[in-house]
């Protein structure tokens, strides 16, 4: 049963259907699945995942039993936590409410125990008649029959509240049911989004869509999600849109991405046309997260410029100030790997009599600090790095180098497990006239043979203390996007932007400048953010955009 109504999920939907006449009584609909073992070997294998330790507010999983694992990972990150109620947001795949919304005050059995309803709630929601009507569609839709064994184990004693929302809805009717959803949905709430994503696409394709969805995720737009396209990028465009409205809303959640996969991974078997899978969790994500994640997702984290000369030297010799330091950042990174823009040389020894516009750093601080830090690639494509000529940036490669840093200047491809970051700088030496360093030769080497390996352009360029970009690199930023660069992240300005912005329809996400990370600039001038990023087996990446403190003003407190 389970496999027949996977491949019917994959046909295409009747054009017409039906209509739906609701026997009498309020019994609960009967079981749906009669196979036990695929919920319980599903929640077996996520059972190593660590829940959240800071409450979610939404997930989203798909409805796919083909990716049962992945609904049962959404579940067991929220698994932490209790919630008296769950809404459920899940497309009418089979055309059968006559209005744009259904709902059910009835129960439901399932292969593993029941699920009540909470009439209450639903009584409320019906309120809204001219748009959602009762329906017994759900005795057969798979988009909230596929949730509710995962629901009972992990939230027994929760009642839900199922929506099927008709694909007829255009963003206007979202709004509408955001706006009735809104007095149902309170900190005892959790929303699931019952949605797969990019359907009936060649893989390739599958991968591009689902690229554009994420990075419209990551960016929070609105705007953006309403643009998508049914089901190219999702089989329910309008649940992205009420889940990020509500969320940030009413909770000021933000999205974090832990999965996205795609039907071909499930088989050795060539699949002509594919749909695709996403986990998202939904949460405020505040200090002390424990950032689920698989073990097969590797996460690396970028951050923007750091020297260890000056008076940031001055305050990480004393005691327990880089402990302390060093200590607040790994519990944000989980010692997983950093990405850093060294700005400055490194030398044996610095003169005392270097003038402060010509950064330089100790090499046993510096070596250090990059180890303690786990630091997987060093950036020298910046304004700094020549600060004292080529025999300056040759003893930083030597420091480096002894100390197994890996690193990248100009035009320069720091080759990670599955991500290749390429350093770029429009910016020459300090005190320098020259600008305007990028040309499409330098531009050209974003081009990579593989296509499955995502590119990260690491860039310094704009004016300082501005987060806005000049009409250079928006014109830069355009020929990365031609080049394939999947990320774009910047630097020099010394102050961080506030989001990440998705280009060309979400074909990109940039962030324009990440600001300072261990600089000695004080938080009235300055600011910093750490870019996460995540990168997933069919070559597609998340990103998160993390605020970070001045490091410099915590040292000196």
Same mark, same amino acid.
């Given at each position: 049963? +389970? &496999?027949?109504?996977?491949l019917?999920? &994959?046909?295409?939907?009747?054009?017409?259907?039906?209509? $739906?006449?609701?026997?009498? !009584?309020?019994?609960?609909?009967?079981?749906?699945? @009669?196979d036990?073992?695929?919920?319980?070997?599903?929640?077996?294998a996520?059972a190593?995942?660590?829940?959240?330790?800071?409450?979610?507010?939404?997930?989203?999983?798909?409805?796919?039993?083909?990716?049962?694992?992945l609904?049962?990972?959404?579940?067991?990150?929220?698994?932490?936590?209790?919630?008296?109620?769950?809404?459920?947001?899940?497309?009418?795949?089979?055309?059968?409410?006559?209005?744009?919304?259904?709902?059910?005050?009835?129960?439901? @059995?399932? $292969?593993?125990?029941?699920?009540?309803?909470?009439?209450?709630?639903?009584?409320?929601?019906?309120?809204?008649?001219?748009?959602?009507? %009762?329906?017994?569609?759900? %005795?057969?839709?798979?988009?909230?029959?596929?949730?509710?064994?995962?629901?009972?184990?992990?939230?027994?004693?929760?009642?839900?509240?199922?929506?099927?929302?008709?694909v007829?809805?255009?963003?206007?009717?979202?709004?509408?049911?955001?706006?009735?959803?809104?007095?149902?949905?309170?900190? #005892?709430?959790?929303?699931?989004?019952?949605?797969?994503?990019?359907?009936?696409?060649?893989?390739?394709?599958?991968?591009? &869509?689902?690229?554009?969805?994420?990075?419209?995720?990551?960016?929070?737009?609105?705007? !953006?999600?309403?643009?998508?396209?049914?089901?190219?990028?999702?089989?329910?465009? !309008?649940?992205?849109?009420?889940?990020?409205?509500?969320?940030?809303?009413?909770?000021?959640?933000?999205?974090?991405?832990?999965?996205?996969?795609?039907?071909?991974?499930?088989?050795?078997?060539?699949?002509?046309?594919?749909?695709s899978?996403?986990?998202?969790?939904?949460?405020?994500?505040?200090? !002390?997260?424990?950032?689920?994640?698989?073990?097969? @997702?590797?996460?690396?984290?970028?951050?923007?410029?750091?020297?260890?000369?000056?008076?940031?030297?001055k305050?990480?010799?004393?005691?327990?100030?880089? @402990?302390?330091?060093?200590?607040?950042?790994?519990?944000?990174?989980?010692?997983?790997?950093?990405?850093?823009?060294?700005?400055?040389?490194?030398?044996?020894n610095?003169?005392?009599?270097? #003038? %402060?516009?010509?950064?330089?750093?100790?090499? #046993?601080?510096?070596?250090?600090?990059?180890?303690?830090?786990?630091?997987?690639?060093?950036?020298?494509?910046?304004?700094?790095?020549?600060?004292?000529?080529?025999?300056g940036?040759?003893?930083?490669?030597?420091?480096? %180098?002894?100390?197994?840093?890996?690193?990248?200047?100009?035009?320069?491809?720091?080759?990670?497990?599955?991500?290749?970051?390429?350093?770029?700088?429009? +910016?020459?030496?300090?005190?320098?006239?020259?600008? #305007?360093?990028?040309?499409?030769?330098?531009?050209?080497?974003?081009?990579?043979?593989?296509? /499955?390996?995502?590119?990260?352009?690491?860039?310094?360029?704009?004016?300082?203390? /501005?987060?806005?970009?000049?009409?250079?690199?928006?014109?830069?930023?355009?020929?990365?996007?031609?080049?394939?660069?999947? $990320?774009?992240?910047?630097?020099?300005?010394?102050?961080?932007?506030?989001?990440?912005?998705?280009?060309?329809?979400?074909?990109?996400?940039?962030?324009?400048?990440?600001?300072?990370?261990? &600089?000695?600039?004080?938080?009235?001038?300055?600011?910093?953010?750490?870019?996460?990023?995540?990168?997933?087996?069919?070559?597609t990446?998340?990103?998160?955009?993390?605020?970070?403190?001045?490091?410099?003003?915590?040292?000196?407190?």
């Amino acid at each position: 049963m +389970i &496999f027949l109504l996977t491949l019917l999920a &994959f046909l295409p939907l009747p054009a017409l259907a039906a209509p $739906v006449v609701c026997p009498p !009584g309020t019994e609960n609909f009967p079981p749906f699945y @009669d196979d036990a073992t695929l919920f319980k070997g599903a929640m077996a294998a996520v059972a190593d995942v660590q829940p959240s330790n800071q409450r979610l507010t939404g997930i989203t999983v798909p409805h796919h039993l083909l990716a049962a694992d992945l609904v049962a990972l959404g579940f067991r990150a929220a698994s932490g936590f209790r919630y008296k109620r769950i809404v459920i947001l899940s497309p009418d795949h089979f055309h059968k409410t006559h209005k744009l919304y259904a709902t059910t005050s009835r129960g439901f @059995d399932t $292969v593993l125990g029941p699920v009540a309803a909470d009439i209450q709630a639903v009584r409320q929601l019906e309120t809204n008649g001219d748009i959602v009507e %009762d329906s017994c569609l759900f %005795d057969k839709e798979h988009g909230v029959r596929a949730m509710l064994p995962f629901l009972h184990h992990y939230f027994p004693e929760a009642k839900i509240v199922p929506v099927a929302m008709s694909v007829k809805a255009r963003r206007g009717d979202w709004d509408r049911l955001a706006e009735a959803l809104k007095p149902i949905v309170d900190q #005892d709430t959790l929303i699931v989004e019952s949605t797969d994503f990019s359907h009936y696409l060649p893989q390739h394709e599958a991968r591009r &869509f689902d690229q554009q969805s994420l990075n419209m995720l990551a960016a929070g737009s609105l705007d !953006g999600i309403a643009m998508l396209r049914q089901p190219d990028h999702a089989d329910s465009v !309008g649940e992205l849109y009420i889940q990020t409205r509500l969320q940030r809303e009413l909770f000021g959640a933000q999205p974090l991405v832990v999965a996205n996969e795609n039907s071909q991974e499930h088989t050795s078997d060539y699949v002509e046309r594919t749909t695709s899978y996403v986990v998202a969790l939904f949460g405020a994500f505040g200090p !002390g997260f424990n950032n689920p994640a698989r073990p097969k @997702d590797r996460i690396y984290y970028l951050v923007g410029d750091v020297n260890f000369g000056r008076a940031m030297k001055k305050i990480l010799v004393r005691d327990g100030v880089a @402990d302390k330091i060093v200590e607040n950042i790994l519990t944000l990174t989980g010692s997983r790997p950093l990405i850093v823009n060294l700005e400055g040389v490194i030398l044996p020894n610095v003169p005392e009599a270097i #003038d %402060d516009m010509t950064l330089a750093m100790p090499e #046993d601080l510096a070596a250090t600090m990059l180890k303690r830090l786990h630091v997987a690639g060093v950036s020298l494509a910046n304004n700094h790095a020549y600060d004292l000529g080529p025999s300056g940036y040759a003893e930083t490669l030597r420091a480096l %180098d002894i100390a197994g840093i890996p690193h990248f200047g100009q035009g320069e491809t720091l080759a990670l497990a599955d991500l290749d970051l390429v350093g770029l700088t429009d +910016i020459d030496t300090n005190g320098s006239k020259n600008v #305007d360093l990028l040309t499409p030769a330098l531009l050209d080497r974003l081009l990579h043979e593989d296509a /499955r390996r995502p590119v990260v352009a690491f860039v310094h360029w704009g004016r300082e203390y /501005r987060t806005e970009p000049s009409a250079r690199e928006t014109m830069l930023a355009d020929e990365m996007r031609l080049r394939g660069a999947s $990320v774009i992240v910047g630097g020099h300005p010394h102050v961080s932007s506030e989001a990440i912005v998705p280009l060309a329809g979400g074909d990109v996400a940039e962030v324009y400048s990440l600001g300072n990370f261990l &600089f000695d600039q004080k938080a009235e001038r300055s600011s910093g953010s750490m870019l996460e990023l995540r990168v997933f087996a069919q070559g597609t990446v998340f990103t998160r955009l993390i605020p970070l403190p001045n490091y410099f003003e915590m040292g000196r407190k």
